[in-house]
């Protein structure tokens, strides 16, 4: 039986700026890409004058215009404050931007120095269970490693909703770097957000997710059918990753495998932890 083709980012458009609630306004960050999708979500979030933006896009010059017209569709004067999912470039590069354009002289984010050097304001920690406030919104941090080390999703309590930076999208599945992702971390982190039982997830790429209780179980399972796939795939016989991808990812295009070969190599490495398969330079066996 033929599988069904994996729903990816590509060709998906939503517009630069929406209102996908009565304290919710989200602005693309203009970054369009195969692994972007149409770009990363930036949102307003709040009721008051001033509101919370949670994250800042890549720092691309077309973002400027998309954000003040976002605060524009919010209705609000500026920005109180900016918090930050974590510190890959598509999240922390406009910063510096958005601290310059509104007078912003806070930025929070759970500390990773590696991610953090480039950052032209000091990052104010934010640790698990602190919470950021802004007049109609409470976001309370959530440390969910696995996708980055330092990464946070936030829990919008006034909507029973959170805030899931890469750990969920809105459209197919968070890749898992290699050279600093943990897909164990990453299997816990799912499960702490499923103990929220959020009524909603508002993703860093893709349109908002409705039910956000079914879309983290159908992730949970997801990655539980990867490595089984993974297992199989090894069953054949020892393999390098590259052959691995081309044996299980037959419902992924083969312009998105490099980025494949990042989330098979944490499986293995998860594998290998839990003492199912082990290495031989690059050719990989079960065990």
């Given at each position: 039986?033929?599988?069904?083709?994996?729903?990816?980012?590509?060709?998906?458009?939503?517009?630069?700026?929406?209102?996908?609630?009565?304290?919710?306004?989200?602005?693309?960050?203009?970054?369009?890409?195969?692994?972007?999708?149409?770009g990363t979500n930036?949102?307003?979030?709040?009721?008051?004058?001033?509101?919370?933006?949670?994250?800042?896009?890549?720092?691309?010059?077309?973002?400027?215009?998309?954000?003040?017209?976002?605060?524009?569709?919010?209705?609000?004067?500026?920005?109180?404050?900016?918090?930050?999912?974590?510190?890959?470039?598509?999240?922390?590069?406009?910063?510096?931007?958005?601290?310059?354009?509104?007078?912003?002289?806070?930025?929070?984010?759970?500390?990773?120095?590696?991610?953090?050097?480039?950052?032209?304001?000091?990052?104010?920690?934010?640790?698990?269970?602190?919470?950021?406030?802004?007049?109609?919104?409470?976001?309370?941090?959530?440390?969910?490693?696995?996708?980055?080390?330092?990464?946070?999703?936030?829990?919008?309590?006034?909507?029973?909703?959170?805030?899931?930076?890469?750990?969920?999208?809105?459209?197919?599945?968070?890749?898992?770097?290699?050279?600093?992702?943990?897909?164990?971390?990453?299997?816990?982190?799912?499960?702490?957000?499923?103990?929220?039982?959020?009524?909603?997830?508002?993703?860093?790429?893709?349109?908002k997710i409705p039910?956000?209780?079914?879309?983290?179980?159908?992730?949970?399972?997801?990655?539980?059918?990867?490595e089984a796939q993974?297992?199989?795939?090894?069953?054949?016989?020892?393999?390098?990753?590259?052959?691995?991808?081309?044996?299980?990812?037959?419902?992924?295009?083969?312009?998105?495998?490099?980025?494949?070969?990042?989330?098979?190599?944490?499986?293995?490495?998860?594998?290998?932890?839990?003492?199912?398969?082990?290495?031989?330079?690059?050719?990989?066996?079960?065990?």
């Amino acid at each position: 039986m033929a599988q069904q083709q994996q729903a990816t980012m590509i060709g998906l458009e939503l517009p630069p700026v929406d209102r996908w609630s009565d304290r919710v306004v989200v602005a693309l960050g203009m970054n369009p890409s195969i692994f972007t999708g149409p770009g990363t979500n930036t949102y307003l979030i709040g009721t008051g004058p001033r509101r919370i933006l949670l994250d800042t896009g890549q720092g691309l010059a077309d973002y400027l215009p998309v954000i003040e017209r976002a605060v524009d569709e919010a209705g609000c004067e500026g920005i109180q404050e900016i918090v930050l999912t974590h510190g890959h470039v598509d999240h922390i590069s406009g910063v510096g931007d958005i601290a310059k354009r509104f007078g912003v002289e806070k930025v929070s984010k759970f500390p990773w120095p590696d991610f953090d050097a480039g950052c032209p304001l000091d990052i104010s920690s934010l640790g698990d269970g602190d919470v950021v406030e802004c007049e109609g919104a409470t976001l309370r941090a959530l440390h969910t490693p696995g996708h980055a080390p330092d990464h946070l999703c936030y829990v919008f309590e006034e909507e029973r909703a959170i805030f899931s930076g890469d750990n969920v999208l809105g459209v197919g599945t968070t890749v898992i770097p290699s050279d600093s992702g943990d897909l164990l971390d990453y299997m816990q982190s799912l499960e702490r957000l499923l103990a929220e039982q959020p009524a909603a997830i508002y993703p860093a790429h893709g349109p908002k997710i409705p039910d956000g209780v079914a879309k983290i179980r159908e992730y949970i399972a997801h990655r539980n059918d990867r490595e089984a796939q993974i297992q199989a795939a090894l069953g054949q016989g020892p393999a390098a990753i590259p052959t691995i991808v081309k044996r299980v990812y037959t419902d992924v295009p083969e312009v998105l495998h490099k980025a494949a070969e990042q989330s098979v190599a944490s499986h293995l490495r998860k594998l290998e932890r839990e003492g199912k398969a082990s290495a031989d330079g690059s050719t990989w066996s079960l065990v």
